[in-house]
């Protein structure tokens, strides 16, 4: 059927598109493709070996997510994040992701529909106490990765960590922000980190300890690691970005 077949053909477009961009992403999450580095959609047609119809549209949402600038006259590179960029970041990611954790502990005077959906699914909730394990499973692979300070297996799993608990606030638009905030400021961070030959000891390793105070309910200890950890994150790039 003429219906069927192009659906899929949007379908597998879509995917490929898909699989582009998060192929790039993690180039430059690796640090391979280094800030400042220019490219065009042909080059990386030729590189994936597809057409520059979902190359070019991979490239355009890259650049919608802040992780690249468009040229239209020489077209595209990685953006370099100034060490302001990682500030902002850092106070940006603290103020939604306090919101989220008064959402999940304290629905009392929750008066949004993304609150009140969040009141239905509290820590007290065995369904999302069931959630919760499965997001302190995911936090001990980011917590061993982060203390054998393999950065790239860590990155991967620190995004998957927090788009797991902040999916359990039930808000989808704040989820979606702090996950895009939280691969700024991983890109932002991997080009100072990559300095270090050994990085054991300098990575937060504390994902188990924030699902565990969460569980239980207690909202000071979780700010208080969360505080902690982004104090120590902005310390240590902004000791690194001097030099």
């Given at each position: 059927?003429?219906?069927?077949?192009?659906?899929?053909?949007?379908?597998?477009?879509?995917?490929?598109?898909?699989?582009?961009?998060?192929?790039?992403?993690?180039e430059?999450?690796?640090?391979?493709?280094?800030?400042?580095?220019?490219?065009?959609?042909?080059?990386?047609?030729?590189?994936?070996?597809?057409?520059?119809?979902?190359?070019?549209?991979?490239?355009?949402?890259?650049?919608?997510?802040?992780?690249?600038?468009?040229?239209?006259?020489?077209?595209?590179?990685?953006?370099?994040?100034?060490?302001?960029?990682?500030?902002?970041?850092?106070?940006?990611?603290?103020?939604?992701?306090?919101s989220?954790?008064?959402?999940?502990?304290?629905?009392?005077?929750?008066?949004?529909?993304?609150?009140?959906?969040?009141?239905?699914?509290?820590?007290?909730?065995?369904?999302?106490?069931?959630?919760?394990?499965?997001?302190?499973?995911?936090?001990?692979?980011?917590?061993?990765?982060?203390?054998?300070?393999?950065?790239?297996?860590?990155?991967?799993?620190?995004?998957?960590?927090?788009?797991?608990?902040?999916?359990?606030?039930?808000?989808?638009?704040?989820?979606?922000?702090?996950h895009?905030l939280?691969?700024?400021?991983?890109?932002?961070?991997?080009?100072?980190?990559?300095?270090?030959?050994?990085?054991?000891?300098?990575?937060?390793?504390?994902?188990?300890?924030?699902?565990?105070?969460?569980?239980?309910?207690?909202?000071?200890?979780a700010?208080?690691?969360?505080?902690?950890?982004?104090?120590?994150?902005?310390?240590?790039?902004?000791?690194?970005?001097?030099?």
């Amino acid at each position: 059927m003429p219906g069927t077949g192009s659906g899929n053909g949007a379908v597998t477009r879509s995917t490929l598109r898909q699989q582009i961009a998060d192929a790039l992403r993690d180039e430059v999450l690796a640090g391979r493709l280094q800030p400042g580095k220019e490219f065009t959609v042909k080059e990386i047609a030729e590189q994936y070996g597809v057409s520059a119809t979902p190359v070019r549209e991979a490239l355009v949402d890259l650049s919608a997510q802040g992780l690249l600038d468009a040229d239209q006259h020489r077209g595209f590179r990685v953006h370099e994040y100034s060490l302001s960029d990682y500030r902002s970041m850092i106070e940006a990611r603290s103020l939604v992701t306090e919101s989220i954790f008064h959402g999940l502990l304290d629905g009392a005077a929750a008066t949004t529909r993304g609150a009140r959906a969040a009141l239905a699914t509290r820590t007290d909730d065995p369904r999302t106490a069931t959630a919760l394990a499965g997001v302190r499973r995911r936090g001990e692979e980011a917590q061993r990765s982060a203390t054998a300070g393999d950065l790239n297996i860590l990155i991967g799993y620190d995004l998957r960590f927090w788009r797991e608990l902040s999916g359990l606030f039930g808000n989808p638009y704040l989820a979606d922000f702090l996950h895009r905030l939280r691969v700024q400021s991983w890109v932002c961070a991997v080009q100072h980190l990559r300095r270090i030959e050994d990085l054991r000891g300098h990575l937060w390793a504390e994902h188990t300890e924030l699902v565990d105070a969460l569980a239980r309910r207690d909202a000071t200890a979780a700010h208080e690691i969360v505080a902690a950890y982004n104090t120590h994150s902005l310390a240590l790039i902004e000791l690194l970005a001097q030099g």
